[in-house]
Antibody
Framework: QVQLVESGGGVAQPGRSLRLSCAASGFTFRSFSMHWVRQSPDKGLEWVAVIWPDGSQKQYGDSVKGRFTISRDNSKNTLYLQMNSLRGDDTAIYYC??????WGQGTLVTVS | VVVTQSPLSLPVTLGQPASISCRSNQSLLYSDGNTYLNWYQQRPGQSPRRLIYKVSTRDSGVPDRFSGSGSGTDFTLKISRVEAEDVGVYYCMQGTHTPFTFGPGTRVDIK
């Protein structure tokens, strides 16, 4: 079955960086677009970014554009989110999702 | 695109129907003829789970008491007979225009 396991969350100071990973299994990773979505009590669910199956195209939400970078390694079945210049309002649970259909369990990022 | 939902809280009686409205401020009809409006369920302590995509197509394993309808800017999720396991928050999401956007969620609980 499809499994997505996020890691890399934790506490970071404002202005610092974190890199999230999402290990995928149970499906042909290289064939599907992958997304990051975050959830916070203040803003609810917020779409963060998407990357095409071959990595050729990427799109971002307005609040993270220019600070976050989505990438993938199809040889390792892994999705990444590089988060730079972190701000307090980036505090959230970050989920990776296969075509926003199947979601991982999430990883908590706290910026403080 | 701004997506709104109503009501934000929905107490229901077991076995009774429930209905959630989702509206967008722009048409969600895409140039390919599809309308990318999804519904998600988030049970307490769990990640969201997609129930319905492209307005009315149920995901595999989703009970047929869940149905979606609508077009353009106006959409509805219906639960024909609410069961205890349906308690949670329901979100609609538009995937037609980037950035994709979610509604604020509707909390369904049992009276």
């Amino acid at each position: 079955q499809v499994q997505l396991v996020e890691s890399g969350g934790g506490v970071a100071q404002p202005g610092r960086s974190l890199r999230l990973s999402c290990a995928a299994s149970g499906f042909t990773f290289r064939s599907f677009s992958m997304h990051w979505v975050r959830q916070s009590p203040d803003k609810g669910l917020e779409w963060v970014a998407v990357i095409w199956p071959d990595g050729s195209q990427k799109q971002y939400g307005d609040s993270v554009k220019g600070r976050f970078t989505i990438s993938r390694d199809n040889s390792k079945n892994t999705l990444y989110l590089q988060m730079n210049s972190l701000r307090g309002d980036d505090t959230a649970i970050y989920y990776c999702a296969k075509e926003i259909q199947v979601w991982g369990q999430g990883t908590l990022v706290t910026v403080s | 695109v701004v997506v709104t939902q109503s009501p934000l809280s929905l107490p229901v009686t077991l076995g009774q129907p429930a209905s959630i409205s989702c509206r967008s401020n722009q048409s969600l009809l895409y140039s390919d003829g599809n309308t990318y409006l999804n519904w998600y369920q988030q049970r307490p302590g769990q990640s969201p789970r997609r129930l319905i995509y492209k307005v009315s197509t149920r995901d595999s394993g989703v009970p047929d008491r869940f149905s979606g309808s609508g077009s353009g800017t106006d959409f509805t999720l219906k639960i024909s007979r609410v069961e205890a396991e349906d308690v949670g928050v329901y979100y609609c999401m538009q995937g037609t225009h980037t950035p994709f956007t979610f509604g604020p969620g509707t909390r369904v609980d049992i009276k």
